[in-house]
């Protein structure tokens, strides 16, 4: 492919992730026809929407269906958003000499589809995680938590969209985590194996890596904040906000982290067979005793995507094919010097029931602030035009700032612009370094 052809891209997903993706894809020169599946409100002005396009869950017919489509339409770059796909083997149905996928193949997403398959490489490769206890018996697993003295975090050991992961304070939440996954089955087959770990103390961040099976190009660190409420209060979410970059990593832990946990999980899976590539994205715990992992993902974090792809200088085609083709030692990647903050908008009741339909007004005035870009995922247009609310995570508000506090003021001023019914969002994102 040569360096100056056009690319036409297929973006699997509908999150605010697919959006910013999308809106980064665009700018490149090289980019021709854009197109997403299912997309949302916000991707059609974009490119064009393929809701009758499945992917999720994936099957044999729906990789059929996409396959069919990428040779039809002369799609030379596919880039999978979500876990899901990735875990099922997407990138593995979709490979073809003159397609490149972005992802990890079905062994490599391994790393975020099974958690104790995570934690027996982290302990192989001495990655620093913490300590854990894995359960398929619900009675052995209650004894266990019975006999502990300190607290412990309940995770899910399969996919759970990200709410498979229980923080705990007492015995009790403990044993009411282990009965919602092992016994009432919230998070279905994925609780039917759970981790019990102990609870680590200090900052959370999320360090993400473009991986081209050898080469490693550490992205700026982000901070996320999951749990719905103001000063982290609540149950967990999808994620209510990120910013990037964030000071509690700088350059001297940074190279810790890509030496002690990047570096040999990369390195590991090579040996075992498989060349990782795409996105290696590790969540830690600044602890006393140093970083922690404690989870894996092999994908862009949503919403920590938002702002990274707000901040990335650079062509992102390029970019992305160079990661599929283990060539990232050739391309320049930078970033612009300022702060990102982005803010979640969520319907309510979000993370439990909510209701969609809920018109959406005022995008264009908060987009006004030409520092404000907002990036939509539960929305869809209806049959008349109207933009509605679609899911629990309704949009990304990402504002540039010479400043942390300076980025997260101008992103809640523009939340106070947009309206749909039952609309909250968290109005102190940051609030952990500031």
């Given at each position: 492919?040569s360096?100056?052809?056009k690319?036409?891209?297929?973006?699997?997903?509908?999150g605010?992730?697919?959006?910013?993706?999308?809106?980064?894809?665009k700018?490149?020169k090289?980019?021709g026809?854009?197109?997403?599946?299912?997309?949302?409100?916000?991707?059609?002005?974009?490119?064009?929407?393929?809701?009758?396009?499945?992917?999720?869950?994936?099957?044999?017919?729906?990789?059929?269906?996409?396959?069919?489509?990428?040779?039809?339409?002369?799609?030379?770059?596919?880039?999978?958003?979500?876990?899901?796909?990735?875990?099922?083997?997407?990138v593995?149905?979709?490979?073809?000499?003159?397609r490149h996928?972005?992802?990890?193949?079905?062994?490599?997403?391994?790393l975020?589809a099974d958690?104790v398959?995570?934690?027996q490489?982290?302990?192989?490769?001495s990655?620093?995680?913490?300590?854990?206890?894995?359960?398929?018996?619900?009675?052995?697993?209650?004894?266990?938590?019975?006999?502990?003295?300190?607290p412990?975090?309940?995770k899910?050991?399969?996919?759970?969209?990200?709410?498979g992961?229980?923080?705990?304070?007492?015995?009790?939440?403990a044993?009411?985590a282990?009965?919602?996954?092992?016994?009432?089955?919230?998070?279905?087959?994925?609780?039917?194996?759970?981790?019990?770990?102990e609870?680590?103390?200090?900052?959370e961040?999320s360090?993400?890596?473009?991986?081209?099976g050898?080469?490693?190009?550490?992205?700026?660190?982000?901070?996320?904040?999951?749990?719905?409420?103001?000063?982290?209060?609540?149950?967990?979410?999808?994620?209510?906000g990120?910013?990037?970059?964030?000071p509690l990593?700088d350059d001297?832990?940074?190279?810790?982290?890509?030496?002690?946990?990047?570096?040999?999980?990369v390195?590991?899976?090579?040996r075992?067979?498989t060349e990782?590539?795409?996105?290696?994205?590790?969540?830690?715990?600044?602890?006393?005793?140093?970083?922690?992992v404690?989870?894996?993902?092999?994908?862009?974090g949503?919403?920590?995507?938002q702002?990274?792809?707000?901040?990335?200088?650079g062509?992102?085609?390029?970019?992305?094919?160079?990661?599929?083709?283990?060539?990232?030692?050739?391309?320049?990647l930078?970033?612009?010097?300022?702060?990102?903050?982005?803010?979640?908008?969520?319907?309510?009741?979000y993370?439990?029931?909510?209701?969609t339909?809920?018109p959406?007004?005022?995008?264009e005035?908060?987009?006004?602030?030409?520092?404000?870009?907002v990036?939509?995922a539960?929305?869809?247009?209806?049959n008349?035009?109207?933009?509605?609310?679609?899911?629990?995570?309704?949009?990304?508000?990402?504002?540039m700032?010479?400043?942390?506090?300076?980025?997260?003021?101008?992103?809640?001023?523009?939340?106070?612009?947009?309206?749909?019914?039952g609309?909250?969002?968290?109005?102190?994102?940051?609030?952990?370094?500031?």
């Amino acid at each position: 492919m040569s360096k100056k052809s056009k690319v036409h891209i297929l973006i699997l997903g509908s999150g605010g992730r697919e959006h910013a993706l999308g809106f980064k894809l665009k700018q490149s020169k090289r980019c021709g026809k854009l197109y997403f599946a299912p997309g949302n409100g916000g991707t059609a002005a974009l490119g064009t929407n393929l809701p009758d396009l499945p992917f999720d869950p994936v099957n044999t017919k729906h990789a059929d269906a996409i396959d069919y489509f990428c040779r039809h339409n002369n799609i030379s770059l596919v880039v999978i958003g979500p876990e899901d796909p990735l875990c099922g083997g997407l990138v593995d149905r979709l490979a073809a000499p003159d397609r490149h996928v972005f992802g990890p193949v079905q062994t490599g997403a391994r790393l975020e589809a099974d958690k104790v398959f995570s934690k027996q490489l982290m302990r192989a490769t001495s990655v620093p995680t913490a300590d854990s206890k894995t359960f398929t018996d619900y009675e052995a697993a209650v004894n266990y938590v019975e006999n502990r003295e300190t607290p412990v975090v309940v995770k899910a050991a399969g996919l759970a969209k990200g709410k498979g992961v229980i923080v705990c304070s007492t015995n009790e939440q403990a044993l009411d985590a282990l009965k919602l996954c092992m016994v009432d089955l919230a998070f279905g087959e994925a609780g039917q194996t759970v981790i019990v770990e102990e609870r680590l103390g200090g900052q959370e961040v999320s360090i993400l890596a473009l991986v081209d099976g050898r080469n490693i190009f550490v992205l700026d660190p982000t901070q996320d904040h999951k749990p719905v409420g103001e000063e982290d209060t609540g149950p967990n979410t999808g994620g209510m906000g990120a910013y990037c970059p964030t000071p509690l990593v700088d350059d001297a832990l940074m190279t810790t982290i890509e030496r002690e946990v990047l570096v040999p999980i990369v390195d590991a899976m090579r040996r075992d067979g498989t060349e990782f590539k795409g996105v290696l994205y590790a969540g830690l715990m600044l602890t006393a005793g140093g970083p922690k992992v404690l989870e894996f993902n092999t994908r862009f974090g949503d919403p920590e995507c938002q702002p990274l792809m707000m901040r990335l200088k650079g062509d992102l085609i390029d970019i992305m094919i160079a990661t599929c083709q283990g060539t990232l030692g050739e391309v320049n990647l930078s970033w612009i010097p300022r702060c990102c903050c982005c803010v979640v908008m969520a319907s309510g009741g979000y993370p439990g029931k909510y209701e969609t339909g809920k018109p959406i007004t005022g995008i264009e005035d908060a987009e006004a602030d030409p520092d404000v870009k907002v990036f939509h995922a539960g929305t869809k247009l209806t049959n008349g035009g109207t933009l509605v609310t679609a899911g629990g995570r309704v949009l990304s508000i990402c504002a540039m700032g010479d400043d942390l506090k300076q980025a997260q003021q101008k992103a809640n001023a523009a939340c106070e612009k947009i309206h749909f019914d039952g609309a909250f969002y968290r109005t102190d994102i940051g609030f952990r370094v500031m």
